[in-house]
Antibody
């Protein structure tokens, strides 16, 4: 079973940058895909995007295109979610998920990283 | 890209069956067999319970079943139990080659 371990909670000020991580273990094939979902407190899940470790395929949901950057370190099976300038509205729980590239479901999830953006 | 619509809440008594709908369009829910369902208990990460419209992963109770008619997918929970009290989300592939979650449904066991 694939295990995903996310980096710890963050407290940031508006305008600051941030990069959170999600490390996968137990799966060492090139068709690894890691994606991200946002959950604002008390609200539903929002699909942010994913990155394919075996190629150059990175996709974003329309609300997140240009707002965040998803990247990966293939040597460590780690995906990243990055902001260059945080807003208060980025305050949320962020979950990463694992999928096999080409499959449409998310077998495993990380424990979540809570991001608070407040002045 | 609007999120597929789910009822905000559904409730049932123990032992009853309930059905949660996920209403979309021919560009998402009705486009492909790539519809999945996730269960999320408070404070926990989501868990996959149905993939590809009707398929249940190993280890998931057979009380959960999925179906689809046109642009609406459905999740049915049979023999409702207290542990089923959670939020449920559908997820669908779209013609834009991205995915979208439904609006989510809170299930209450009376």
């Amino acid at each position: 079973e694939v295990q995903l371990v996310q980096s710890g909670a963050e407290v940031k000020k508006p305008g600051e940058s941030l990069k959170i991580s999600c490390k996968a273990s137990g799966y060492y094939f090139s068709n690894l895909c890691i994606g991200w979902a946002r959950q604002v407190p008390g609200k539903g899940l929002e699909w942010m995007g994913f990155i394919y470790f075996g190629g150059s395929d990175t996709r974003y949901g329309p609300s997140f295109q240009g707002q965040v950057t998803i990247s990966a370190d293939k040597s460590t099976n780690t995906a990243y979610l990055q902001w260059s300038s945080l807003k208060a509205s980025d305050t949320a729980m962020y979950y990463c998920y694992f999928a096999v590239y080409g499959d449409s479901w998310y077998d495993s999830w990380g424990q979540g990283t809570h991001v608070t953006v407040s002045s | 890209q609007s999120a597929p619509t789910q009822p905000a809440s559904v409730s049932g008594s123990p032992g009853q069956s309930i059905t949660i709908s996920c209403s979309g369009t021919s560009s998402d829910v009705g486009y492909h067999n790539y519809v999945s369902w996730y269960q999320q208990h408070p404070g926990r990460a989501p868990k996959l319970i149905i993939r590809e419209v009707t398929n249940r992963p190993s280890g998931v109770s057979d009380r959960f079943s999925g179906s689809r008619s046109g642009n609406t997918a459905s999740l049915t929970i049979s023999g409702l139990q207290a542990e089923d009290e959670a939020d449920y989300y559908c997820n669908s592939y779209t013609t834009s080659n991205i995915y979208v979650f439904g609006t989510g449904t809170e299930v209450t066991v009376l």
